[in-house]
């Protein structure tokens, strides 16, 4: 959705990583939406996520729905298939993909009204089923490309630009995710690079439903006094709850962390999460109190942030459903056609 | 009195019963003891939007001649649900017969002059032999079933033979079975006079090497033949068991005999929004998938479908249609979603449907429409219904040709992406309008593109340029052209004698019409028949328009909906396509289609239609 082409030479002295690859071959098109706006800081941190990951671009398949956040896409890895689906529904293609070959790396796009509003059905499913995916939600609690209407995420009394004030309930995307049965649930700030790369690159190295609700703030429509989604308020009412340092198995650890300040968790891929303890005991393994501690923050305003939840180990939806070990659309002829000699004992038998 | 309804093989029973009371598999084997004696049958079921406690009616047409279907008219009642009696005492023909449970005992008056009553004390033998309720009911239609037996002549033998391969290695379930039979054929012996019953069952050999099938069964084995790996599905009637047979079929032929891992994935979602984006989802990044639904479904998947089309991502949907609009009639037949599936979602669209006609086309058509989808790259639909679907139906045997392979359509692979081949996703390279596409994850640098439901070029990019959507909307007609060509073509009968007359029919009317044209033939009434089994539609259907001065267009909704796209697609006088339309949610019979065939012709001759128009 661009049309400015972007000039595909790169320096030379830019860093190859274990793929062979800079990290300008994980961007995409130029971006078209506003300039300031939270979304594009976010793809930018996808695009360092895949970069740091080691990832092959063609590797990953972007899917998103209808809004800002669902345009991004284009933003990012521009070398990988992209598919820009209808409003609400991005889950259900996703889910479809991912069923067709499970050895790509999903990544799902979608704003607060898409996933919370005209999508909350398929957000809710998605998460449930185990798709193993990372789904991030561009939040920022408006309706950004048909000019500043509330969505469902705009917290009770928060004030729109034209002074409207929310009378609504807000839905909680993360407590959502949780309750649904998702297996990997963050939040962070699209302001925090440092929180949100690590989050995403354990996401995408999760094995299962992984969730990030990052705010965004919207520029043109909702980063005015009276609003609980723009920079200004979110800088000053987050609460992280842990810092994660992403570590791939394969490294070598140099950081040192002073003993009982930082947990380790190993993610099914062997992939290492450090989490380091900010000020308060969070353990974010009991998803009982992972939902009290969020629902406590909301409680008071604050933006609780952090990595929320996490089963390290969950079964994905091709475990549920014990497919084979290859992806169903390399499955030919000869795998899927029972043939003619089976069809006459199938006929045989309807006699 | 008028005398008594004679007839050997050649006449209709109908069973009404409560639901939920076990009374289908009962019935079931009726009508395939009869099929066993070597005489076609046609069975239907007639049930409500209920799983227990309402009426249900099951009808059995017994056909020598091989007439499948539904005749109308009944000759025996066999009336076992006191909710329905006057209903179904007032259906029988004149002559007919009421079989009924006289246990207790009925005013007379609770009868009619006009037919022929034969009382059994069901209940009471029941009761007599049985103290467990379940058995009670259960066992009560096994001894109706043996005391018609006795009545119509069905060789007790073949309803042995029935048992012995439905409770195999159920010894216990046999002999209560088989002892149930003999109690109502030993009562009826003993009490009744089964010459009075001048209905018969007589061994004969026009069954053949048929198969007796229901559709939705038939088409889910077509859909694992036609390498489906994806099934999204909601539960809707009557699809439901379509999903359920897609399943089951998995189970036993798409395991891996080592590791016992499936070859597919079925997913009930959790909505036909879902279903159909799982679908798409699963045909962008190249599995085969499909999914079943009905009318309401449909609806739901409109915006999904224009996605499909537009974006060109392969997608099966096997529309097992039911009485419209809106909720309508659920447990009903029609062929009402004709418009709703062609012309399905905002914008200039248009889609490609198939027809088939019995289970056995379901089969192959399902199996076909995987192929179709993945080599036009576009929404394809199954047009099935509820009187195909629900119905166990008599038809030629499966077939399949070992030598043929899934053909997956236009699909760039790295290698020639590699070699440098030219890729443009919307790029009509061949003239057909069908593009290259490329699978995600095909090449590091090479093939990708950005898929969505907006504008673009030749390359997938971005664009809101007139002449650049022009192009495109042009290339996607000329796909459709080409989907004309390729789809299963239009089947033609004709009329011993030359005629000016044609009838168009589809689908579920196949049977009926193929009575019907014998009727009319036997009147002295010559039409040629053409059977559409596909749409957009070929220059065949166009060629046969032409040929004919009038064209009769059967079909089973109220709107001639079928008829609206054959003058949507040709330049035609809309006089001369004259619409016979059933639509109560029976499905369509001989007798009507013939009687109303034969009154308009009736009208024609005596006023040219050409004069009295001028």
Same mark, same amino acid.
């Given at each position: 959705?661009?049309?400015? @082409?972007? &000039? ?11 793929? +062979?690859? *800079? ?61 820009? *689906?209808?409003? +609400? ?25 898409? /996933?919370?509003?005209?999508?909350? +059905? ?78 995403? !690159? ?6 299962? @439903? ?9 520029? @043109? ?8 989604? /723009? ?38 891929? +062997? ?12 353990? &974010? ?13 909301? @409680? ?14 969950? !079964? ?21 056609? &029972? ?13 | ?80 649900? #006191? ?37 059994? #004390? ?11 309720? =379940? ?27 029935? %048992?012995?391969?439905? %409770? ?16 109502? =054929? ?135 249609? =039911? ?39 379901? %089969? ?33 045997? %499966? ?76 290339? $996607? ?97 809309? =006089? ?24 308009? $012709? ?13």
């Amino acid at each position: 959705m661009t049309y400015i @082409a972007k &000039p595909k030479l790169h320096h030379p002295s830019l860093v190859r990583n274990k793929a +062979g690859f *800079t990290r300008r071959d994980y961007e995409g098109a130029v971006s078209t939406l506003c300039a300031g706006c939270g979304h594009d800081s976010i793809s930018a941190a996808i695009i360092q996520a895949c970069y740091e990951l080691d990832i092959l671009p063609h590797q990953v398949a972007k899917l998103s729905g209808i809004g800002c956040s669902s345009k991004a896409p284009t933003y990012f890895v521009g070398a990988s298939h992209g598919f820009n *689906t209808v409003h +609400g529904r991005m889950p259900s293609v996703m889910t479809g993909a991912n069923l067709a070959n499970k050895d790509l790396m999903y990544m799902g796009v979608s704003g607060d009204g898409d /996933s919370a509003s005209i999508g909350l +059905g398929q957000f809710a499913h998605i998460m449930r089923r185990g798709v193993n995916m990372t789904y991030i939600v561009m939040n920022n609690g408006v309706y950004g490309l048909t000019k500043g209407q509330f969505s469902a995420t705009a917290d009770k009394g928060s004030i729109s630009k034209k002074g409207a004030a929310n009378s609504d309930e807000s839905i909680d995307l993360v407590s959502l995710a949780i309750l649904m049965g998702a297996t990997f649930v963050g939040r962070s700030f699209s302001g925090d690079k440092h929180q949100l790369v690590p989050l995403i !690159k354990a996401a995408m190295s999760h094995k299962g @439903a992984a969730f990030l609700d990052v705010i965004s703030p919207c520029v @043109a429509f909702n980063n005015h006094a009276g609003s609980t989604k /723009s920079y200004e308020y979110v800088r000053e009412h987050n609460e992280a709850v842990n810092r994660l340092d992403f570590i791939e198995d394969r490294e070598e650890i140099t950081t040192q962390y002073e003993p009982g300040t930082a947990t380790t968790v190993q993610q099914h891929d +062997g992939s290492l999460l450090r989490l380091r303890k900010l000020g308060e005991e969070y353990d &974010p393994s009991d998803k009982v109190a992972a939902m009290k501690r969020v629902q406590e923050g909301l @409680a008071e305003g604050e933006v609780v942030t952090g990595l929320l939840y996490l089963d390290p180990t969950p !079964k994905d939806l091709h475990q549920n459903l014990n497919t084979v070990d290859v992806a169903l659309n390399t499955l030919g002829t000869a795998d899927l056609c &029972p043939g003619s000699a089976t069809l006459d004992r199938i006929n045989a038998s309807l006699r | 009195m008028p005398p008594a309804i004679a007839a050997v093989n050649d006449f209709v029973v109908k069973f009404a019963n409560v639901n939920g009371s076990g009374s289908a598999s009962a019935n079931e084997l009726f009508a395939r003891s009869i099929l066993r004696m070597g005489v076609p049958v046609s069975p239907r079921n007639i049930f409500p939007s209920n799983i227990q406690g309402l009426p249900t009616w099951y009808e059995v047409r017994v056909t020598e001649k091989g007439y499948l279907g539904r005749r109308g008219g009944v000759d025996m009642m066999v009336a076992m649900n #006191p909710q329905t009696w006057a209903q179904d005492v007032k259906e029988i023909e004149p002559g007919g017969y009421l079989f009924y449970d006289s246990t207790k005992p009925m005013p007379s008056s609770m009868f009619r002059d006009d037919i022929n009553v034969i009382g059994v #004390p069901l209940t009471a033998i029941t009761n007599a032999t049985y103290t467990d309720a =379940r058995q009670r009911q259960l066992f009560k239609n096994i001894i109706y079933v043996g005391a018609l037996s006795i009545l119509l002549g069905i060789d007790p033998e073949e309803i042995k033979r029935l %048992f012995g391969e439905q %409770f195999k290695g159920k010894e216990k379930l046999l002999d209560s079975n088989v002892k149930a039979l003999n109690l109502g =054929r030993d009562w009826a012996s003993q009490h009744l006079d089964a010459s009075a019953v001048k209905l018969k069952v007589r061994r004969a050999n026009t069954v053949g090497n048929r198969i007796f099938v229901e559709g939705n069964n038939a088409a889910a084995l077509g859909a694992v033949y036609g390498g489906a790996t994806v099934c999204a599905w909601y539960p809707i009637t009557p699809s439901s068991s379509l999903a359920e047979a897609f399943q089951s079929h998995c189970k036993r032929l798409r395991h891996d005999k080592e590791t016992g891992k499936a070859k597919y994935a079925i997913i009930q979602a959790e909505d036909e929004l879902a279903s159909i984006g799982m679908v798409i989802g699963a045909g962008w990044n190249g599995a085969r998938a499909f999914t079943s639904t009905s009318g309401p479904g449909i609806s739901l998947m409109t915006e999904f479908i224009g996605l499909a089309s537009f974006a060109e991502v392969p997608a099966v949907i096997v529309n097992v249609q =039911r009485g419209g609009p809106s909720t309508g009639m659920p447990t009903r037949t029609q062929q009402s979603d004709l418009l709703s599936c062609a012309y399905a979602s905002n914008g200039d669209t248009k889609h490609v449907l198939l027809f088939p006609e019995d289970p056995r086309e379901c %089969f192959e058509f399902t199996a076909e429409a995987l192929d179709l989808a993945d080599r036009l790259q576009t929404p394809v639909f199954v047009m099935t219904d509820l009187d195909i679907g629900m119905n166990h139906r008599l038809c030629e045997p %499966f077939k399949w040709d070992d030598n043929r392979q899934l053909d997956r359509g236009k699909v760039m692979t790295a290698e020639e992406l590699e070699a440098g081949k030219t890729f443009g996703r919307y790029l009509d390279v061949d003239g057909d309008g069908i593009p290259f596409r490329t699978y995600p994850g095909t090449h590091p640098t090479k093939g990708s593109y950005f898929t969505r439901g907006t504008t673009k070029d030749e390359y997938a990019k971005y664009s809101e340029e007139g002449a650049v959507y022009v192009r495109n909307m042009e290339r $996607l007609q000329k796909k459709l052209h080409t989907a004309s060509k390729i789809a299963p073509q239009p089947l033609r009968y004709s009329s011993p004698k030359p005629t000016r007359y044609g009838v168009i029919y589809f689908g579920s009317t196949s049977p009926a019409m193929a009575e019907a044209l014998d009727h009319l033939e036997a009147d002295g009434n010559h039409v040629n028949a053409l059977r559409v089994r596909s749409f957009p539609f070929s220059k065949a259907v166009e060629d046969f328009i032409h040929e004919h001065d009038k064209v009769f267009i059967v079909e089973q909704n109220r709107d001639a909906q079928l008829r609206t796209m054959l003058m949507a697609d040709f330049t035609l006088d809309a =006089r001369k396509l004259v619409p016979v339309l059933h639509f109560d949610g029976t499905p369509i019979t001989a007798r009507f289609i013939a009687s109303d065939i034969a009154k308009k $012709l009736d009208q024609m001759k005596v006023v040219p239609f050409e004069k009295a128009a001028s």
